[in-house]
């Protein structure tokens, strides 16, 4: 596999200190240990969700309510590429590194934006998958590792871009491809396959960080054999797809990984009639060994293309006068769900819709395990409308909770719903295996009378009641960051915008236009005692065939441009600074 590092500022490195071109200079690099991804400084940003419970929460509040209208670009940086750029710059004591559609690697001096090295992967020419995007890095040690579409882990030199080890997680020809950001812990890197829309068998695999060796890999379908595997019948656990999309998070004390999957394949659930395990669930994996602990299904048998591949946020909440080990998903299917974790088991304690949702008509009480309004399910040769979309209450982009003022922060999608008609599919490997039929609109449709289809949530956990809502009158792919200074920070609009809102009322304080629609994930940190707010801009992948649809519903034709941009903002210096 060719690669290829560029390293445009004459990058040298000489007792510890890295020399940039122009006289300026870095720091030594920090490694990052085991320690200090364990407790995080509030200074750096060092995995995708800055901790490892997945709260995309800072303690940094020099950026507050009272202040952020000041914000303003201090520097911005331009990849050069198009499509949908949605990583979260990773930051270590001023060493930024950002990952691209088309599997580039920059690194970047996260003061003055200039460029250290840029890694650049050639993809093969027979690749074929349906998301051309990346989530960002894993930074361990001295070294970046790169999760990639032709599904290969790629360890590099962060001081160098240099290529340490590359090995192949599964063969991209057979539909595998991958896009999240790896997961670094138990001395090991965890990453998660996707292609569930291509007839593949999902799983998380983990590498030592050192070597490349496999350490172990855990199935998402199991075997004949196996627990769970009466659920599929026949063959069709084989290509039943259930993809892991999206970084698991990670409770240390249990030593459990907690990993959201995807719907099985083909689309339509009568094709493969069953509760379909561990499709559209969480699952609890044992850091050492891979072993599937525990797991919780938000809904079985999918129909829908409802993956629930968000990682759960590891959030303890108060139920009756009782504090609850548990976790919160905001799920594609609609619903808000609050479960309890355990050593060996994930217990239900209640969900509710957070979005217009008329496909379930009850939920047990106990298990969790919705019932169906089956004319809202759509089959082979069976045509069904059903709300939310296929793209759900809320896609991937990463909610946030701030466990100061109790305040979980989902950004939503409401009022818009799907048609969806099944058709005959067959596998080939590689190709697509979704057996979905065509529908007028493209199966698209807003629900009469909408006046909006965005929105920012934020809800009490302890209460489980909504607390505010803000919306916006098109869609909103926009990840999410909170800050102590009572701030919420997310773009995902059709309008360019990224945005800064008070957490306590929902109301706009600030907001910045960019070149293209904000889809990545936004971060915040620390250098010589200044606090900056980075995100990437670059509409693209989902967010614009859902522009797309939208404009068929709407009779529209709003155009938002690509092209991926770095945009780093901060307050502006003082007179007598």
Not at 181 to 198: F, N, Q, R, Y
Not at 215 to 238: F, L, N, R, V
Request: proline share 6%.
């Amino acid at each position: 596999m060719k690669t290829i590092v560029i390293r445009l500022l004459g990058l040298l490195a000489f007792a510890g200190m890295t020399s940039l071109a122009f006289g300026q200079t870095l720091p030594p690099y920090n490694p990052v240990t085991d320690e200090r991804l364990l407790n995080p400084e509030d200074s750096n940003w060092l995995m995708y969700r800055g901790s490892y419970d997945s709260h995309g929460f800072s303690e940094l509040d020099e950026i507050d309510s009272s202040n952020v209208g000041e914000l303003e670009n201090v520097w911005s940086f331009s990849t050069g590429l198009r499509e949908g750029h949605q990583a979260p710059p990773i930051v270590n004591d001023g060493y930024m590194y950002i990952s691209t559609p088309q599997n580039h690697v920059l690194a970047i001096d996260a003061r003055s934006g200039d460029l250290i090295w840029r890694y650049v992967r050639y993809l093969p020419d027979d690749l074929f998958q349906f998301h051309p995007t990346n989530r960002g890095v894993a930074l361990y040690g001295d070294k970046v590792y790169l999760a990639t579409v032709d599904a290969f882990l790629v360890c590099l030199n962060a001081l160098t871009g240099e290529v340490e080890w590359e090995i192949p997680v599964e063969e991209y020809y057979n539909g595998y491809y991958m896009t999240l950001s790896p997961l670094v812990a138990d001395g090991k890197i965890m990453v998660g396959v996707s292609g569930g829309e291509l007839g593949i068998r999902g799983f998380v695999a983990a590498y030592d960080a050192e070597t490349g060796e496999e350490a172990w890999k855990t199935y998402t379908i199991p075997a004949p054999g196996e627990p769970g595997s009466e659920s599929w019948p026949g063959d069709t656990w084989k290509t039943g797809g259930v993809p892991v999309w999206i970084t698991g998070s990670y409770d240390p004390e249990l030593n459990l990984t907690y990993w959201g999957t995807g719907n099985g394949g083909p689309w339509m659930g009568d094709t493969r009639p069953g509760d379909n395990l561990y499709s559209t669930s969480v699952i609890a994996l044992d850091a050492s060994t891979g072993e599937i602990k525990n797991h919780h299904q938000y809904h079985w048998n999918d129909s829908w293309d409802w993956d629930e591949v968000s990682a759960p946020l590891l959030i303890d909440f108060e139920r009756d006068g009782k504090t609850i080990n548990g976790m919160v998903h905001a799920g594609r299917n609609g619903y808000l769900w609050f479960l309890e974790r355990e050593a060996d088991s994930i217990n239900f304690v209640d969900a509710n819709p957070y979005v217009y949702q008329d496909v379930f008509t009850s939920i047990d009480p106990v298990t969790g395990r919705p019932e169906y309004d089956m004319t809202k399910k759509p089959g082979t040769g069976y045509e069904a409308n059903f709300c939310p979309s296929l793209w759900g209450g809320k896609d991937w982009p990463p909610a946030a909770f701030n466990p100061k003022t109790r305040l979980l922060f989902i950004p939503a999608n409401d009022n818009v719903c799907s048609t969806m008609v099944g058709e005959e599919a067959q596998y080939s490997p590689g190709r697509a295996y979704m057996g979905r039929g065509d529908s007028e609109n493209g199966g698209f449709f807003v629900r009469p009378g909408a006046d909006h289809i965005g929105e920012l949530q934020a809800w009490n956990v302890d209460t489980g009641e909504r607390a505010w809502t803000t919306t916006f009158e098109n869609q909103n792919w926009g990840p999410v960051l909170a800050t102590a200074g009572d701030l919420v920070f997310m773009g995902g609009t059709n309008d360019r915008y990224f945005r800064a809102f008070d957490a306590n009322t929902g109301e706009i304080l600030w907001e910045q236009r960019t070149n293209s629609g904000v889809i990545g994930v936004p971060v915040t940190y620390t250098l010589d005692g200044k606090q900056y707010v980075a995100v990437l801009a670059g509409w693209g992948v989902d967010a614009q065939r859902e522009q797309n649809l939208i404009n068929m519903a709407k009779g529209e034709s709003h155009y938002v441009p690509q092209g991926g941009t770095l945009w780093v903002f901060a307050l502006p210096e003082k007179d007598n600074e």
